[in-house]
């Protein structure tokens, strides 16, 4: 229990520092594994996420060619 009054004394000063501590009751140690393990779950998780968007607007199905995208001009000679 670090709490407490402590002092210290330096060539005859003496200094006093009073600690109050809390402890915490529902706290979870977080240690080096579980950080590791945590970041390599995030990327994996969002290369899985980059995979799947990429799958879905990646292919261009039902579109035709791009010959098609060409417009024909109409000849009207009232909008020329």
Same mark, same amino acid.
């Given at each position: 229990d670090p709490?407490?009054?402590?002092?210290c004394e330096t060539g005859g000063k003496t200094k006093s520092l009073q600690v109050h501590y809390r402890m915490c009751q529902n706290c979870i140690? %977080?240690? &080096?594994?579980?950080i590791s393990g945590i970041?390599?779950?995030? %990327?994996? &998780?969002?290369?899985?996420?980059?995979?799947a968007v990429y799958c879905i607007t990646g292919h261009d199905r039902g579109h035709s060619s791009r010959a098609s995208d060409r417009q024909n001009l109409i000849s009207n000679e009232l909008y020329q």
């Open positions: 709490r407490g009054l402590y002092v140690e %977080v240690d &080096a594994p579980t970041v390599i779950a995030d %990327v994996v &998780a969002t290369l899985f996420l980059a995979v």
